[in-house]
């Protein structure tokens, strides 16, 4: 009796265990994680923080963005960051653009009546007014670079399958939001695509109708397909339950959200009294999430393979609640490092906490598994 030949060719194990272990990460801790960037840059207006949040930022969504259609739009995020810090430029100049006494040059003044008064349009322009509206301009685009990195490694239709019972009623409309600006990356790659093949692309164009248009209709379109999709199969079907638990139900919800909407504007804003930011967020979590508990004992709905929150999911949320918490405390103890004088003129310092804080914001690049790739 003979033997059969041994196979020597090439084991594939390495490659399957790879496969094994590639997941994408949950929606929520992408945000969580984007959302504590964000809350960090809001805290400082120095260029060389802002500049280091930006690049950690960047990184982490090179290393950890997947093959999906808005997955690739994180440069469209970039341009929109370029057009805001110049459009805040152009107001500075052509608005009081004289701050301080190193004036740079002057504009042609336009001469306003009376009633106009203590509104200059024009004149001297100086080195601390450009500077003041490059710092606030690149601190706002910072921020939307930030909210950008989570639409672009997070999924919104999974983000969606954890929104709780209680909002049922307004996940059609959440869906019209959470999608639309995915939807509207993806819309205007295939519209280039499209007129990169009927050769349009160094023709002479009409951007607002050819280009704008078609983007902005198909992107809503498709977000609204999606959402009848969703109310079609019964997305939102609700068990009967008294009129007052109802009602208790909306207030608590409406409440705590309104509770959380103040308590982020306080974090945010540091020149709002303490009682509007930490307790009053807390207020509101607690208050809204009673309402998410009550409310979903009235929805009756299943999850078909819920998405996983493992150690992966806890250590990328707990990297941004660490970013912001340093910030928001440094901003606290010493807020004359995060916030560079302008007068007298000095040169931005680089803190040492801070810029610990804020490299530590890249750990999700290692820490999130590596996501699943054709």
């Given at each position: 009796?003979?033997?059969?030949?041994?196979?020597?060719?090439?084991?594939?194990?390495?490659?399957?265990?790879?496969?094994?272990?590639?997941r994408?990460?949950?929606?929520?801790?992408?945000?969580?994680?984007?959302?504590?960037?964000?809350?960090?840059?809001?805290?400082t207006?120095?260029?060389?923080?802002?500049?280091?949040?930006?690049?950690?930022?960047?990184?982490?969504?090179?290393?950890?963005r997947?093959?999906?259609?808005?997955?690739?739009?994180?440069?469209?995020?970039?341009?929109?960051?370029?057009?805001?810090?110049?459009?805040?430029?152009?107001f500075?100049?052509?608005l009081?653009?004289?701050?301080?006494?190193?004036?740079?040059?002057?504009?042609?003044?336009?001469?306003?009546?009376?009633?106009?008064?203590?509104?200059?349009?024009?004149?001297a322009?100086?080195?601390?007014?450009?500077?003041?509206?490059?710092?606030?301009?690149?601190?706002?685009?910072?921020?939307?670079?930030c909210?950008?990195?989570?639409?672009?490694?997070?999924?919104?239709?999974?983000?969606?399958?954890?929104?709780?019972?209680a909002?049922?009623?307004?996940?059609?409309?959440?869906?019209?939001?959470?999608?639309?600006?995915?939807?509207?990356?993806?819309?205007?790659?295939?519209i280039?695509?499209?007129?990169?093949?009927?050769?349009?692309?160094?023709?002479?164009?009409?951007?607002?109708?050819?280009?704008?248009?078609?983007?902005?209709?198909?992107?809503?379109?498709?977000?609204?397909?999606?959402?009848?999709?969703?109310?079609?199969?019964?997305?939102?079907?609700?068990?009967?339950?008294?009129?007052?638990?109802?009602?208790?139900?909306?207030?608590?919800?409406?409440?705590?959200?309104?509770?959380?909407?103040?308590?982020?504007?306080?974090?945010?804003?540091?020149?709002?009294?303490?009682?509007?930011?930490?307790?009053?967020?807390?207020?509101?979590l607690?208050?809204?999430?009673?309402?998410?508990?009550?409310?979903?004992?009235?929805?009756?709905?299943?999850?078909?393979?819920?998405?996983?929150?493992?150690?992966?999911?806890?250590?990328?949320?707990?990297?941004?609640?660490l970013?912001?918490?340093?910030?928001?405390a440094?901003?606290?103890?010493?807020?004359?490092?995060?916030?560079?004088?302008?007068?007298?003129?000095?040169?931005?310092?680089?803190?040492?906490?801070?810029?610990?804080?804020?490299?530590?914001?890249?750990?999700?690049?290692?820490?999130?598994?590596?996501?699943?790739?054709?």
């Open positions: 009796m003979q033997l059969a030949p041994e196979r020597t060719g090439p084991v594939a194990q390495p490659s399957a265990r790879v496969r094994r272990t590639a994408d990460l949950h929606p929520g801790a992408w945000w969580i994680w984007a959302l504590g960037m964000a809350t960090a840059a809001s805290r207006t120095n260029p060389l923080l802002l500049g280091l949040i930006l690049a950690v930022v960047a990184f982490v969504v090179s290393a950890r997947t093959e999906a259609p808005w997955a690739k739009g994180f440069k469209a995020y970039l341009w929109f960051g370029l057009i805001i810090i110049g459009t805040r430029l152009a500075r100049l052509l009081d653009g004289q701050y301080g006494a190193h004036v740079l040059f002057r504009l042609p003044e336009l001469e306003l009546p009376s009633v106009a008064a203590g509104v200059r349009i024009g004149g322009v100086s080195l601390e007014g450009l500077l003041a509206a490059f710092y606030d301009g690149l601190r706002l685009a910072t921020l939307l670079i909210l950008g990195a989570a639409n672009v490694l997070a999924n919104p239709k999974r983000l969606l399958k954890s929104v709780p019972g909002l049922h009623e307004v996940g059609v409309a959440l869906t019209v939001a959470l999608t639309m600006a995915p939807q509207l990356v993806e819309s205007a790659q295939r280039r695509k499209a007129r990169r093949l009927r050769g349009e692309l160094g023709r002479r164009t009409h951007f607002f109708a050819e280009v704008l248009v078609p983007v902005m209709t198909d992107a809503l379109d498709r977000s609204l397909l999606l959402a009848a999709a969703m109310d079609s199969r019964g997305y939102g079907r609700t068990a009967h339950v008294p009129q007052r638990t109802r009602r208790l139900t909306g207030t608590l919800v409406l409440a705590g959200l309104i509770g959380v909407c103040i308590g982020i504007y306080g974090l945010l804003d540091g020149s709002s009294p303490w009682t509007l930011g930490v307790p009053m967020l807390a207020v509101g607690l208050a809204a999430g009673i309402g998410f508990f009550i409310g979903g004992q009235r929805v009756q709905r299943t999850r078909y393979r819920p998405d996983p929150w493992l150690l992966a999911e806890w250590g990328v949320s707990a990297i941004g609640i970013v912001a918490t340093t910030m928001f440094a901003a606290v103890r010493n807020p004359t490092s995060l916030n560079p004088s302008l007068q007298p003129l000095q040169w931005p310092a680089l803190p040492l906490l801070p810029t610990l804080a804020i490299l530590l914001g890249a750990l999700p690049a290692w820490i999130a598994p590596p996501p699943v790739r054709s």
